[in-house]
T-cell receptor, first 113, second 115 residues
Framework: GENVEQHPSTLSVQEGDSAVIKCTYS??????FPWYKQELGKRPQLIID?????GEKKDQRIAVTLNKTAKHFSLHITETQPEDSAVYFC????????????FGTGTRLTIIP | DTEVTQTPKHLVMGMTNKKSLKCEQH?????MYWYKQKAKKPPELMFV???????INESVPSRFSPECPNSSLLNLHLHALQPEDSALYLC??????????????FGPGTRLTVT
């Protein structure tokens, strides 16, 4: 089955700086890669996703890049703000409507004011 | 309506109790999921229902029994749980068919404590 590794497990960044979180996956059939943000005591919320036919996707301060050959994808947050502090999970799945999401182990991001 | 709702928010039960968790969505999604999340860990898939049929069971113990009465509702029946089953139980839904947008929307979860 799929295995997703995520690094780093914790990340502290000065407000205004950039943060980068990296994930690798094992199943070459995976072709959908979402990122979720989970604040303490709240539900995971999708912040951005990418499909295997795209190399990069950007949404305001958030971007995701995908390298299919190397089987890794990364989340980039620019101009970080205190409200970006949360746990971020990457995930991978096959692009069918009823397939499972396999999550990475999570990164606790802390933005230092 | 882009929301998945779950009840109850919190549940405390003894090891001999029987209880149920409920999940509801009105987005017309045809795939629904149960995940279990322990503290400081990622969500782990338990079950997937596709078009009201169980399509994936991740080798979950039989003390957890899912049910999908209709396309909007998903239940998780609990019986004879162990203290290690204490966790946040998350429900999610997605459109559920090939080539459709695949985003999974999560409910707020039920915080379960087994005493």
């Amino acid at each position: 089955g799929e295995n997703v590794e995520q690094h780093p497990s914790t990340l502290s960044v000065q407000e205004g700086d950039s943060a980068v979180i990296k994930c690798t996956y094992s199943d070459s059939a995976s072709n959908y890669f979402p990122w979720y943000k989970q604040e303490l005591g709240k539900r995971p919320q999708l912040i951005i996703d990418i499909r295997s036919n795209v190399g990069e996707k950007k949404d305001q301060r958030i971007a995701v890049t995908l390298n299919k050959t190397a089987k890794h994808f990364s989340l980039h947050i620019t101009e970080t703000q205190p409200e970006d502090s949360a746990v971020y999970f990457c995930a991978a799945s096959r692009f069918f409507g009823n397939e499972k999401l396999t999550f990475g182990t999570g990164t606790r991001l802390t933005i230092i004011p | 309506d882009t929301e998945v709702t779950q009840t109850p928010k919190h549940l405390v039960m003894g090891m001999t109790n029987k209880k149920s968790l409920k999940c509801e969505q009105h987005m017309g999604h045809r795939a629904m999921y149960w995940y279990k999340q322990k503290a400081k860990k990622p969500p782990e898939l338990m079950f997937v229902y596709s078009y009201e049929k169980l399509s994936i069971n991740e080798s979950v113990p039989s003390r957890f029994s899912p049910e999908c009465p209709n396309s909007s509702l998903l239940n998780l029946h609990l019986h004879a749980l162990q203290p290690e089953d204490s966790a946040l139980y998350l429900c999610a839904s997605s459109q559920g068919y090939r080539d459709a947008p695949y985003e999974q929307y999560f409910g707020p979860g039920t915080r379960l404590t087994v005493t």
